[in-house]
């Protein structure tokens, strides 16, 4: 008889030594440890609840599991957890449970599958990462306001094309991206619903025989419900992926942000330095100062794509039920979530930290003409179709360009021949019109940079995270 497995009865000899490699899950669904006990709890007090087992074999049992855990989370701390022992987590708890209680630790697995089983632990490690990943972005969200906050009256340029376009500030850039993670948070809440979904009592693929009652132990374990197909629930793994889907989107935000910090990082832009303990130096050029953290995070953010890529074609042709290539679920799954959580941890206390050079910015808005939709908007205020007054602000614009002038630099005498033939204007008028301020407070629409907008948008948040 092959040597023993939970799976061995059938099996004459015993699977090569590189297939029990190429099989084994152990080195990485350790991260599962807490929750398979956590599900075994509850799948035991259901049994006898449902006299399935009695009073004596339950007790023995949860004593049993309790010590188990303790074991493995000393060796795991001490450096000493062979991760030889078990083809995977499950095998390895009910073989040390068997070890300390005897025989009757098999009956554990009465009315389970390892199928049910896994599902049940992923859900259980999902939904607590999940948890912790919405309340650091809540934390991220507050940092991003405060800053938001600070700068409400910092005047930067805005871009498009990564051209300087229009005049707004920093504070209502860096709100741009509070909106984002306020967006992400809200999907990783909607994950969370179909998340929290016990598959707990489907068996291998067709249930059980046994009286089992999946309403208990989805309530014991805190699920919002039992799943209602049985095949669905040890098959499904489209939880994983939408998390996956939003981890994704969340590090896609996030690279955008971290372009950004790149580039105002940079010499050739001057916006800000980040501080010392969120940049390195070069082993050759002795005055680099390199932005590595927002690097490291824009790298990163193909790696969280990458595990969902991967588990998209994992499972794209896989007929139901269970099949093993749904052990390749985790490991991406695993580097994901360790990835998401160390860059929300750091991402903020580099924004905290970052020097913020709001001269070079102010500067940087008052060149380069980012005034001039302000200037055809007058225009067009004074009964000139804005079409005709586009095409005059661009006439202006290439005057000035060739006096090289701003547009607020012109004197009375370059605007009486610009505009002559239209308006009558007051260069004074214009000037104090065409100043940065001014540029950005006439931005007062719903959403826009106007410093009193941004103030209106910043309480509104301040209230809204104050309840989360």
Same mark, same amino acid.
């Given at each position: 008889?092959?040597?023993?497995?939970?799976?061995?009865?059938?099996?004459? &000899?015993?699977?090569?030594?590189?297939?029990?490699?190429?099989?084994?899950?152990?080195?990485?669904?350790?991260?599962?440890?807490?929750?398979?006990?956590?599900?075994?709890?509850? /799948?035991?007090?259901?049994?006898?609840?449902?006299?399935?087992?009695?009073?004596?074999?339950?007790?023995?049992?949860?004593?049993?599991?309790?010590?188990?855990?303790?074991?493995?989370?000393?060796?795991?701390?001490?450096?000493?957890?062979?991760?030889?022992?078990?083809?995977?987590?499950?095998?390895?708890?009910?073989?040390?449970?068997?070890?300390?209680?005897?025989?009757?630790?098999? +009956?554990?697995?009465?009315?389970?599958?390892?199928?049910?089983?896994?599902?049940?632990?992923? !859900?259980?490690?999902?939904?607590?990462?999940?948890?912790?990943?919405?309340?650091?972005?809540?934390?991220?969200?507050?940092?991003?306001?405060?800053?938001?906050?600070?700068?409400?009256?910092?005047?930067?340029?805005?871009?498009?094309?990564?051209?300087?376009?229009? =005049?707004?500030?920093?504070? /209502? /850039?860096?709100?741009?991206?509070?909106?984002?993670?306020? !967006?992400?948070?809200?999907?990783?809440?909607?994950?969370?619903? !179909?998340?929290?979904?016990?598959?707990?009592?489907?068996?291998?693929?067709?249930?059980?025989?046994?009286?089992?009652?999946?309403?208990?132990?989805?309530?014991?374990?805190?699920?919002? !419900?039992?799943?209602?197909?049985?095949?669905?629930?040890?098959?499904?793994?489209?939880?994983?992926?939408?998390?996956?889907?939003?981890?994704?989107?969340?590090?896609?935000?996030?690279?955008?942000?971290?372009?950004?910090?790149?580039? *105002?990082?940079?010499?050739?832009?001057?916006?800000?330095?980040? =501080?010392?303990?969120?940049?390195?130096?070069?082993?050759?050029?002795?005055?680099?100062?390199?932005?590595?953290?927002?690097?490291?995070?824009?790298?990163?953010?193909?790696?969280?794509?990458? #595990?969902?890529?991967?588990?998209?074609?994992?499972?794209?042709?896989?007929?139901?039920?269970?099949?093993?290539?749904?052990?390749?679920?985790?490991?991406?799954?695993?580097?994901?979530?360790?990835?998401?959580?160390?860059?929300?941890?750091?991402?903020?206390?580099?924004?905290?930290?970052?020097?913020?050079?709001?001269? +070079?910015?102010?500067?940087?808005? #008052?060149?380069?003409?980012?005034?001039?939709?302000?200037?055809?908007?007058?225009?067009?205020?004074?009964?000139?179709?804005?079409?005709?007054? /586009?095409?005059?602000?661009?006439? &202006? $614009?290439?005057?000035?360009?060739?006096?090289? +002038?701003?547009?607020?630099?012109?004197?009375?005498?370059? *605007?009486?021949?610009?505009?002559?033939?239209?308006?009558?204007?007051? &260069?004074?008028?214009?000037?104090?019109?065409?100043? $940065?301020?001014?540029?950005?407070?006439?931005? #007062?629409?719903?959403?826009?940079?106007?410093?009193?907008? #941004? +103030?209106?948008?910043?309480?509104?948040?301040?209230?809204?995270?104050?309840?989360?």
């Amino acid at each position: 008889m092959a040597k023993s497995k939970l799976w061995g009865g059938r099996f004459e &000899a015993n699977t090569s030594k590189l297939m029990d490699q190429f099989n084994a899950s152990l080195p990485f669904d350790i991260n599962l440890m807490q929750y398979d006990i956590e599900g075994s709890l509850a /799948h035991v007090k259901m049994l006898g609840r449902q006299d399935i087992l009695t009073a004596a074999e339950v007790k023995k049992i949860i004593e049993g599991l309790k010590s188990v855990k303790k074991d493995i989370e000393a060796e795991l701390e001490t450096d000493s957890f062979d991760f030889n022992e078990a083809e995977d987590i499950h095998s390895l708890v009910e073989a040390r449970l068997t070890a300390k209680i005897g025989a009757v630790g098999g +009956k554990l697995h009465t009315g389970r599958s390892r199928n049910d089983q896994v599902a049940v632990d992923l !859900r259980l490690y999902l939904r607590d990462q999940t948890e912790q990943i919405m309340e650091l972005i809540l934390s991220f969200m507050q940092v991003i306001l405060d800053l938001a906050e600070e700068h409400i009256e910092t005047v930067m340029p805005g871009y498009t094309h990564l051209q300087r376009a229009q =005049a707004l500030t920093f504070g /209502h /850039h860096l709100l741009a991206y509070y909106f984002k993670l306020k !967006r992400d948070h809200e999907r990783f809440a909607d994950a969370l619903k !179909r998340i929290n979904v016990s598959p707990l009592g489907s068996g291998a693929l067709a249930g059980s025989s046994f009286a089992l009652d999946r309403d208990f132990t989805a309530k014991e374990l805190g699920f919002s !419900r039992a799943c209602e197909n049985s095949m669905d629930g040890v098959s499904d793994r489209d939880f994983v992926l939408e998390f996956l889907a939003v981890a994704s989107n969340l590090m896609l935000h996030l690279s955008r942000l971290s372009e950004e910090i790149i580039l *105002w990082n940079s010499k050739e832009y001057s916006f800000i330095e980040l =501080a010392d303990q969120y940049t390195t130096g070069s082993s050759i050029m002795p005055q680099k100062k390199n932005p590595d953290l927002a690097e490291l995070v824009r790298g990163k953010t193909g790696r969280v794509i990458g #595990s969902l890529n991967q588990l998209m074609i994992t499972i794209k042709g896989l007929p139901l039920a269970y099949n093993k290539d749904l052990q390749e679920d985790k490991e991406g799954l695993f580097d994901s979530v360790k990835t998401v959580k160390v860059i929300l941890e750091l991402y903020p206390e580099m924004l905290k930290t970052m020097k913020v050079k709001k001269a +070079k910015m102010k500067e940087a808005a #008052s060149s380069g003409f980012l005034n001039a939709t302000e200037l055809a908007d007058y225009l067009a205020a004074n009964n000139i179709p804005f079409r005709q007054a /586009h095409q005059i602000v661009g006439e &202006a $614009v290439l005057f000035a360009s060739k006096k090289e +002038k701003e547009l607020d630099q012109l004197q009375q005498s370059d *605007w009486d021949q610009i505009l002559g033939e239209y308006l009558d204007v007051e &260069a004074e008028e214009l000037k104090a019109k065409l100043s $940065v301020e001014a540029a950005v407070n006439s931005h #007062s629409t719903k959403g826009g940079p106007a410093f009193k907008e #941004s +103030k209106n948008i910043i309480e509104k948040e301040k209230e809204f995270l104050a309840v989360q």
